[in-house]
């Protein structure tokens, strides 16, 4: 080839994404040099830059590279400007980072072990042999211990840590897969591990405080155990002793714990699963993933047959689900090899607020929980929780938003002309931001209902703040004003006049936060069920379903209201909102003379009451809500008297439902349409007619639960129907209900009706910060008409 059709070239390449800490420099170097190029490559709070001079077809070579990035890297955009050759470039090096413009770079979740480090953590002729800190450039730490961008080490928790020879050497050195691994230490200059006793006093460090930690679990001890993004409470959970203990001290009398298992090996005795679902179990996120339970396992290992070891019944009472993970961190694997036994592995904090990240936390908030501290020196800055999932056939249904995923970020396509902030909901919290030419969604906040869970909220806040210099211009809240995070955006708003307020209605925010994820703008029908949530006529809604676009929405149709007598009481104690639908349209003396169990066990003073509160809809709240429906069928059947944790009526269905064969024609039930509602009442008189016509075994429960949920499923699909050309959103708490959603999924692909899937995003309130921001940043964009959010369609 002639100089001419061949020349020296120079190029510029800015690529944007998740490019820092993730071994994108020592990929990018080892490219250049061995095409023989030369120039340089350095981060800055843009992303990665890089300008690359040398024969034009060497280049080309070089920027094809860039088609498979490094593992955990994602290339989200490639800016390349020619520039005039430099005569005195003549090598290729990696220069000092810069950080002279505001962070647009997307930020590396923290992720699991890899295989490497691993094998050498079990090498004794490593010197990272038994090291619980291990890591390089493709596994470990990132977001929780991030200070500022770009990502470099004086800007983490690892600043203080100076480095030894030998890793000074690896993290200048290229050509080694841990160069600049920011967290990159080993046993002479890195953390250090110690045992505390309840009272704070070290009794053990570095190997000897895992080996203590292992007696200690053996012999039913509890322990606080510091993993990447926080504290766990964790104990054997082959000991049922240990873990009634654990429920009892964290008061949590019935909410399913998680299992850590040693190995996947381990894990099939246990739970059944897909191929797709064992899959996510061991990808590099280590999610925790909700698994049936197995009711006839495989022959357990030999270590397992001569441990005599089972789990413990009150790990997940009453439901046939189990969610289970593998270890994620160099120090959960030395426990896991040791002990060679499942552990129960719950976040340490109280029940619905955020995970405890430091010692001194641990022993302020729940010093009668545990019996000692397995802690390190390595600071939290950012706690991040365990993120769960679960798989509906091969796609991933999102439930906790946390380690290994988030920060999610989503390129945009155009740059953002403003700073947009959204608080999200009040409970399983997290924070949207839109800036520069991106979305990112926090990893999950948590319930607001306490001090320290705001100031959480805060924190996170501030964090994101500080890391990509955000000041938003415009914040968008829920329509309940009375919600924390309202709350919130209403004062920042009051300090600031020039800070404008973009409320949204709270389930038309599940359908967008769907769209989001697609970059989806036109027209869908969305389905939004869940518990509660302010609609625009003051009511409760719970069970919608909308033609909706980023311009705002039309409600086509809902559950027919009926009535929280108590008002957030009924919540707690469902029963209350069985009267209220059989109140609808039995009278008085005939609720009390059924044959239901919830209603012999109550005292007819209590009934007549409630039925006098119902009358005068006084202390009562009309609702739409599909979550609080599920509640009144769980409390119908049987299944539970008091809703100990949020979810459960829908896991308890659930798990009659799985229990039962082929459903016989007369429960068949039916939700009609009148108009734009459905009709409860015609369904509730048949949900009693079932319940009454003969004894309740455990298969007939199960047998009126699945009935009761492919009903559900078949006014879905219906309705679908009727708007062929719209695109499916399925959104809402309630669809987290494994057996609604297979069978939604199931009859919508059969019709050919359309769907948009949620993707990695929460289907629960954890996505709504994100539907939020959809719509805040096209009303801003000017994409937004004049008209209302929202018209009833009468």
Not at 264 to 293: C, D, S, Y
């Amino acid at each position: 080839m002639t100089q001419s059709l061949n020349p020296i070239i120079r190029v510029s390449l800015v690529i944007t994404g998740i490019v820092q800490g993730v071994g994108f420099r020592p990929f990018v170097y080892r490219h250049a040099i061995e095409l023989g190029l030369s120039g340089f490559v350095l981060n800055n709070s843009q992303g990665v830059t890089i300008e690359v001079q040398g024969l034009s077809s060497k280049v080309n070579d070089f920027i094809r590279q860039f088609s498979t990035p490094p593992p955990l890297a994602r290339i989200d955009a490639i800016k390349q400007t020619q520039l005039a050759k430099d005569s005195h470039s003549t090598q290729f090096v990696i220069v000092e980072s810069h950080n002279e413009l505001d962070a647009i770079v997307s930020l590396s979740p923290d992720k699991s072990t890899c295989s490497d480090c691993l094998a050498e953590m079990k090498d004794p002729t490593n010197r990272h042999y038994r090291y619980p800190f291990v890591n390089c450039t493709n596994c470990g730490p990132r977001y929780s211990l991030i200070n500022a961008l770009p990502y470099d080490r004086k800007h983490t928790s690892m600043a203080h840590f100076v480095m030894c020879q030998q890793c000074q050497q690896s993290y200048q050195n290229p050509m080694d897969r841990r160069y600049h691994a920011q967290p990159i230490s080993c046993p002479q200059c890195g953390p250090v591990l110690r045992f505390l006793s309840h009272e704070s006093s070290v009794l053990f460090d570095k190997y000897q405080a895992v080996e203590h930690a292992v007696e200690r679990l053996k012999q039913g001890d509890i322990l606080a155990i510091k993993g990447l993004g926080g504290f766990h409470l964790v104990c054997d959970a082959s000991n049922d002793d240990a873990v009634c203990r654990l429920r009892e001290r964290k008061k949590r009398p019935s909410k399913p714990l998680a299992v850590m298992m040693p190995n996947v090996e381990m894990a099939k005795t246990w739970v059944t699963g897909a191929e797709f679902e064992w899959q996510q179990l061991t990808n590099i996120e280590r999610p925790i993933v909700i698994m049936h339970q197995s009711k006839t396992p495989d022959t357990k290992p030999d270590a397992y047959t001569a441990l005599s070891i089972d789990l413990s019944p009150s790990i997940a009472p009453g439901i046939d689900k189990l969610g289970i993970f593998l270890p994620y961190t160099p120090l959960h694997q030395l426990l896991m090899d040791q002990l060679q036994r499942p552990l129960v592995a719950t976040s340490a904090n109280r029940s619905g607020e955020p995970i405890i990240c430091n010692a001194e936390e641990i022993q302020r908030q729940l010093p009668d929980v545990f019996d000692g501290i397995l802690d390190h020196d390595r600071p939290i800055l950012n706690a991040c929780d365990d993120s769960v999932i679960q798989c509906i056939g091969k796609e991933v249904q999102i439930l906790r938003l946390a380690r290994g995923y988030a920060p999610f970020s989503m390129p945009m396509p155009r740059k953002i002309p403003c700073h947009i902030l959204a608080v999200g909901a009040q409970q399983k919290n997290s924070l949207a931001f839109a800036f520069a030419n991106q979305i990112v969604l926090s990893p999950h906040i948590g319930d607001l209902f306490s001090v320290e869970a705001e100031q959480y909220f805060n924190h996170t806040l501030e964090t994101f703040e500080r890391l990509y210099r955000f000041n938003p211009q415009h914040i968008c809240h829920d329509l309940h004003l009375g919600y924390s995070p309202s709350k919130w955006a209403q004062q920042r708003c009051k300090q600031d006049s020039s800070l404008t307020q973009i409320p949204v209605q709270h389930h038309y925010a599940h359908i967008l936060s769907v769209m989001a994820t697609h970059h989806y703008t036109d027209k869908v029908l969305g389905f939004s069920f869940d518990g509660t949530g302010l609609g625009t006529d003051a009511s409760l809604w719970g069970g919608e379903a909308m033609i909706a676009d980023i311009n705002g929405f039309t409600r086509i149709c809902h559950l027919k209201s009926f009535s929280l007598i108590g008002g957030e009481q009924a919540i707690n104690d469902p029963k209350r909102i069985l009267l209220a639908l059989l109140f609808q349209q039995y009278s008085l003396s005939e609720v009390l003379a059924m044959p239901i169990s919830i209603i012999d066990n109550s005292d007819p003073t209590l009934i007549s009451n409630l039925h006098k509160i119902w009358s005068s809809g006084s202390a009562c709240i009309q609702t739409s809500s599909m979550g609080r429906l599920f509640d009144a069928v769980a409390i119908l059947l049987g299944l539970l008297d008091r809703n100990q944790y949020e979810g459960q009526a829908g896991m308890l269905l659930e798990a009659a439902a799985n229990q039962t064969s082929d459903l016989p024609d007369e429960l068949h039930f039916t939700l009609p349409r009148v108009k734009d509602q459905w009709d409860t009442t015609h369904l509730i008189m048949q949900l009693i007619n079932a319940t009454t016509a003969e004894t309740l075994t455990e298969q007939r429960v199960g047998l009126i639960a699945k009935g009761f949920m492919l009903c559900i499923c078949d006014a879905v699909s219906q309705l679908a129907l009727i708007y062929p050309w719209a695109p499916v959103v399925l959104s809402g708490g309630v669809f987290q209900n494994r057996f609604l959603s297979e069978a939604c999924h199931s009859q919508l692909k059969k019709q050919k009706s359309i769907r948009l899937d949620s993707q990695k995003l929460p289907i629960n309130d954890g996505g709504i910060a994100l539907g939020q921001l959809w719509f805040g940043l096209h009303k801003i964009n000017g994409a937004l008409s004049k008209a209302p959010q929202e018209s009833i369609n009468t």
